[in-house]
């Protein structure tokens, strides 16, 4: 297969030009050039910017194109446009926050997606990341229709993740001590390894896949208690303790969920869906998942020789705090 993909150095990109590499298919990356431009030199490498500089796309062909980074309509309906004669296939990597209403369990992919009052808008933040996505999707199929595979995938984890949203349980959890555990441990809570998401991915563009398809972990449902407490049997040296402070006390010391401690929803009803995402299509179509502790272990592992290369948006909670918020905790 000839396979394109927009990215493909960084995070999932990353992980899907090796799967690629390692399938032997002919691998092409469209890039800026510069995240690490020595990856993948058995690839052919495209330099330009999907914001205005996409010559070095005209004139090729490809069986399909993977876009792992596109986040505005305008400019993913550029690429788009574009490559609509110079490929089979287009797979577009958006992502479950298109769907606007968290309040039930199990939404699937036929629910709604989010709109936007001003489709023009460019400023991306967390009332404007998902719709941006919705429009993006419309703006693939629109430019291929019937020729393209939406791909919504939930919290992306795993080694060479620069948003340290899951990372920040692995690496703390392995430091030991008294760990501040947010919430309800039975709160339900949703993954994919980014390694497994890849080999999804590359899957499904041999296959020729089209569609919307829900890619999200783990196969059985699981908690954050279960995320926690496999850290703990992996990771972590004796006598550490997870301390489990509830929701009512967090919110009035202003622990922020999700930011401050990453895939905490702090008890809201409201998002009481966010963490129970369906997704029965994506499996019967062959996603698998890695057992939870060797993404732990993978991911603390890569977090301990990380070379700095990728900006990381590092832990939001600092060891200070923790300590601050345990003591009151025990002490209220």
Known sequence: MKLLVLGGTQFLGRHI???????????TLFTRGRTRPGLFPAAEHLIGDRDGRLDALRGGSWDVVVDCSGYLPRVVADSARLLAAAVERYVFISSVSVYPDYSRPGIDESAAV???EDETVEQIDEHTYGPLKALCERAVEEALPGRA?????????????????????????????????????????????????????????????????????????????????????????PGTELCWVDDAFLA??????????????GGDPSMIGFEQISGERA?????????????????????????????????????????????SYRNR
Do not use: M
């Open 17 to 27: 030009a090796a799967e690629a590499l390692e399938r032997r298919h002919q691998l």
């Open 114 to 116: 989010a709109t936007i």
């Open 149 to 237: 595979l939406i791909v919504r995938p939930g919290l992306i984890v795993g080694p060479d993740d620069p948003t340290d949203r899951f990372t920040y349980w692995p690496v703390r959890i392995a430091a030991g001590g008294r760990v501040l555990a947010p919430g309800d441990p039975s709160a339900p809570a949703q993954w994919i390894d980014a390694r497994d998401l890849a080999a999804f991915v590359v899957d499904q563009a041999e296959h020729r896949s089209t569609g919307v398809v829900n890619a999200v972990g783990p196969a059985q449902p699981a908690t954050l208690g279960e995320l926690l407490e496999t850290c703990v049997c992996e990771l972590a040296p």
């Open 252 to 265: 009035d010391q202003e622990v922020e969920p999700w930011s401050d401690l990453p895939l905490y929803l």
């Open 283 to 327: 499996r019967a179509a062959g996603l698998r998942h890695r057992p939870l502790a060797d993404t732990v272990r993978d991911t603390l592992a890569w977090h301990r020789q990380d070379d700095g290369e990728i900006a990381r948006s590092g832990f939001k909670l600092s060891r200070e705090r923790e300590s601050e918020l345990l003591a």
